[in-house]
């Protein structure tokens, strides 16, 4: 992963929340931020894993620091996760999404989330999921499915299968009851001439 490419991530996923790119407004989520504060150190053991320097150097303690946040936050999103640009934690806790899980960019995630591996079965594998896809609280995204662009997962649904695109996903397990997606739920994803590449 390039600086440029870091950059990019760790002020999209603030904008989500803040609807602004400054430096001050970066210091002080990560001061204070508390879901943000677990996504950036997130960003930042990615980032630093993928230089051989970094690796070295920076990487052991930015991995010390998100260890610590697993904990206080009740948060466990691995750092070789794919999370696309924009990724926004609504609501911190409960959180677990498996370390080869695919996540594309401007995804939603609320409290008690689990995006899980399967180890036996026809599903056996781990979740892809596409842009602009809003998990509600609670829900579970089990094996190896494709959930598609803009859709959006209800609260403590089950999903083990295919979703296609701008659906949305209800029960347990999860049937698709409308075709409306995610629209509503994904704000602020304009950040692309926000940002200096």
């Not at 150097?57 to 010390?64: D, E, N, Q, V, W």
């Not at 948060?75 to 070789?80: G, L, N």
């Not at 602020?188 to 200096?196: A, G, H, L, W």
Request: aromatic share 14%.
């Amino acid at each position: 992963m390039t600086y440029s490419k870091f950059k990019y991530l760790i002020f999209s996923d603030l904008y989500r929340i803040t609807n602004k790119v400054s430096i001050l407004t970066l210091f002080r989520y990560i001061l204070a931020g508390k879901a943000y504060k677990y996504t950036f150190w997130m960003r930042v053991c990615s980032y630093s894993y993928s230089n051989n320097f970094l690796k070295f150097t920076l990487f052991p303690f930015a991995r010390i620091i998100l260890n610590h946040y697993v904990y206080k936050f009740g948060i466990s999103i691995s750092h070789h996760a794919q999370i696309g640009s924009g990724f926004y934690i609504g609501h911190f806790g409960g959180i677990v999404i498996n370390p080869k899980s695919v996540i594309g960019k401007n995804c939603n995630i609320q409290q008690g989330v689990t995006i899980a591996q399967s180890n036996r079965g026809a599903r056996k594998g781990f979740p892809i999921l596409g842009d602009n896809v809003y998990i509600g609280p609670g829900a579970k995204i089990v094996g190896a499915i494709s959930i598609g662009n803009s859709v959006a997962i209800g609260s403590n649904c089950v999903v083990t299968k295919d979703v296609p695109d701008n659906s949305v996903v209800v029960g347990v397990p999860g049937k698709v009851i409308s075709d409306k997606g995610s629209e509503g739920y994904i704000n602020r994803v304009d950040y692309d001439n926000k940002i200096n590449h």
